[in-house]
């Protein structure tokens, strides 16, 4: 079944270091795919999404591209601040409507 | 905020007992969705209705149930409660159905922390 397998956490970066979180997908047929991001005490909300292979989804300076060769969609930033810190959730959405999320990584950016 | 709202925010409840949680979806969404996220199995996808009908069924136990009510607000029922159902129950909406390849934001709600003592 479709299923998504994120990077473990907590991921400890300093401020302005580049972050990568990985992402690999399994789905019958070719999902959307999403980043959420959770802060402290809050429900998720949409940070970025890719409808379709080599579909790059960008927002506040995070990135992540749909590579259909790797089962793929990483997340990137270049500069992480001390307001990235939060988790984040990795997510597909395939057939018959149902979504599936990774575990959460979580991100703590010291000043 | 996202204009998804749930009651209660937190709820404290025996083994064996039965809540409801509430859930009203942005205005103008006709889709709700219904999530739990524990510590040990992450953020699991429920169910989801679409303008008062079943769409979609993830996870969920058969003690479970929802609906969706004409005025568009959903409900979680949670019964026999067991201590394992301590979670956050997320609910989200969204405009349409979002089925197959369509990608249709869904809004999340700041859900209900359900405590199972």
């Known amino acids: 079944g479709d299923s998504v397998t994120q990077m473990e956490g907590p991921v400890t970066l300093s401020e302005e270091a580049c972050l990568t979180i990985?992402?690999?997908?399994?789905?019958?047929?070719?999902?959307?795919l999403f980043w959420y991001v959770q802060y402290p005490g809050e429900g998720l909300q949409l940070l970025l999404k890719?409808?379709?292979?080599?579909d790059k989804g960008s927002n506040k300076g995070f990135e992540a591209t749909y590579r259909k060769e790797t089962t793929s969609f990483h997340l990137e930033k270049g500069s992480v601040q001390v307001s990235d810190s939060a988790v984040y959730f990795c997510?597909?959405?395939?057939?018959?409507?149902?979504?599936?999320f990774g575990s959460g990584t979580k991100l703590n950016v010291k000043p | 905020d996202s204009g998804v709202t749930q009651t209660p925010k937190h709820l404290i409840t025996a083994t064996g007992q039965r809540v409801t949680l509430r859930c009203s979806p942005r205005?103008?969404?006709?889709?709700v969705y219904w999530y739990q996220q524990s510590l040990d199995q992450g953020l699991q996808f429920l169910i989801q209705?679409?303008?008062?009908?079943?769409?979609a069924k993830g996870n969920i136990l058969e003690r479970f149930s929802a609906q969706q009510f004409p005025d568009l607000h959903s409900e979680l029922n949670l019964s026999s409660l067991e201590l394992g159902d301590s979670a956050l129950y997320f609910c989200?909406?969204?405009?349409?159905?979002?089925?197959?390849?369509?990608?249709?934001?869904?809004?999340f709600g700041p859900g209900t922390r359900l405590t199972v003592l």
């Open positions: 209705y679409y303008n008062g009908e079943e769409r």
């Open positions: 990985n992402c690999t997908y399994t789905a019958t047929g070719y999902p959307s």
């Open positions: 205005s103008g969404d006709l889709s």
């Open positions: 997510a597909s959405l395939g057939n018959f409507n149902k979504f599936y």
């Open positions: 890719a409808t379709k292979a080599d």
């Open positions: 989200a909406s969204s405009l349409t159905e979002t089925s197959g390849p369509s990608t249709d934001t869904q809004y």
